[in-house]
T-cell receptor, first 114, second 115 residues
Framework: NAGVTQTPKFQVLKTGQSMTLQCAQDMNHNSMYWYRQDPGMGLRLIYYSASEGTTDKGEVPNGYNVSRLNKREFSLRLESAAPSQTSVYFC?????????????FGNGTRLTVT | AQSVTQLDSQVPVFEEAPVELRCNYSSSVSVYLFWYVQYPNQGLQLLLKYLSGSTLVKGINGFEAEFNKSQTSFHLRKPSVHISDTAEYFCAVSDQVQAGTALIFGKGTTLSVSS
C-alpha cells in the first residue's frame, strides 16, 4: 500500500509564483489535513477536510487555499508565494472525523521560496 | 483552547540507557493523547495513543507512556534505547468533546542516542 503520497518532494519558487501541492491517499480515509513544519515550531495545521466536500481553516491558513477534489485527493495551493512560506509541508489522512483515530502522514514536500 | 508543551527540545542519551521525554498539556475538557515519531526525511508515524482506560499505554519499538490527569502529563519512556531510536518525537492532543477539532502538536523533542 502506498498510503499517503505527496508530490512534488522538493520545489523552489520565486516570490510571487504560484504552485499546487498534491496529496492522495489510498486508505479510503474520510479526513485529510495539511500541516507545515518549521524548525522549533512543531507542526501547525493549515487546512483540513473532515469529509469529502468540506474544508476548514486550521491555525495558519493565510496565503493558502485547498481543494478536496474527491475522497482520495486533497491539494494545497499557494497563489503568490512568499519567503515566509518556506517550510516542509505534510499531508495526512485519518479514518474518522473525530480525532481519536491516528493520522497517517506522507513524506513531505520541501518548499523553498526565494 | 488546548496546548501542548514538550519540556525538552533536545535529549542526548547513551545507548542502552533509559529515557523519558516529557509532555504536558492544557485543556478544559477530556482529551485524547498521542506520541508520534519522525525519522530523518520522513513523515510522522504513530508511536502510541491514549484514548481511555488504562493510564499506562504501550506502543511500538518498546516505548510506553503514562497518562496522569492530575498533572496533565503524558510522558514517554523507554527502559533501554537503541541508536535507531534517534529521531524527533512529537506529543499531540485532541479534544474529545468538540467534533472536528484539530490535532495540536507540541514543538518536538529531538532524541539523540550515541554509543
Amino acid at each position: 500500500n502506498a498510503g499517503v503520497t505527496q508530490t512534488p518532494k522538493f520545489q523552489v519558487l520565486k516570490t510571487g509564483q504560484s504552485m499546487t501541492l498534491q496529496c492522495a491517499q489510498d486508505m479510503n480515509h474520510n479526513s485529510m489535513y495539511w500541516y507545515r513544519q518549521d524548525p522549533g515550531m512543531g507542526l501547525r495545521l493549515i487546512y483540513y477536510s473532515a469529509s469529502e466536500g468540506t474544508t476548514d481553516k486550521g491555525e495558519v491558513p493565510n496565503g493558502y487555499n485547498v481543494s478536496r477534489l474527491n475522497k482520495r485527493e486533497f491539494s494545497l495551493r499557494l497563489e503568490s508565494a512568499a519567503p515566509s512560506q518556506t517550510s516542509v509541508y505534510f499531508c495526512a489522512s485519518s479514518e474518522a472525523r473525530r480525532f481519536n483515530s491516528p493520522l497517517h502522514f506522507g513524506n513531505g514536500t520541501r518548499l523553498t521560496v526565494t | 483552547a488546548q496546548s501542548v508543551t514538550q519540556l525538552d527540545s533536545q535529549v542526548p542519551v547513551f545507548e542502552e540507557a533509559p529515557v523519558e521525554l516529557r509532555c504536558n498539556y492544557s485543556s478544559s475538557v477530556s482529551v485524547y493523547l498521542f506520541w508520534y515519531v519522525q525519522y530523518p526525511n520522513q513523515g510522522l508515524q504513530l508511536l502510541l495513543k491514549y484514548l481511555s482506560g488504562s493510564t499506562l499505554v504501550k506502543g511500538i519499538n518498546g516505548f510506553e507512556a503514562e497518562f496522569n490527569k492530575s498533572q496533565t502529563s503524558f510522558h514517554l519512556r523507554k527502559p533501554s534505547v537503541h541508536i535507531s531510536d534517534t529521531a524527533e518525537y512529537f506529543c499531540a492532543v485532541s479534544d474529545q468533546v468538540q467534533a472536528g477539532t484539530a490535532l495540536i502538536f507540541g514543538k518536538g523533542t529531538t532524541l539523540s542516542v550515541s554509543s
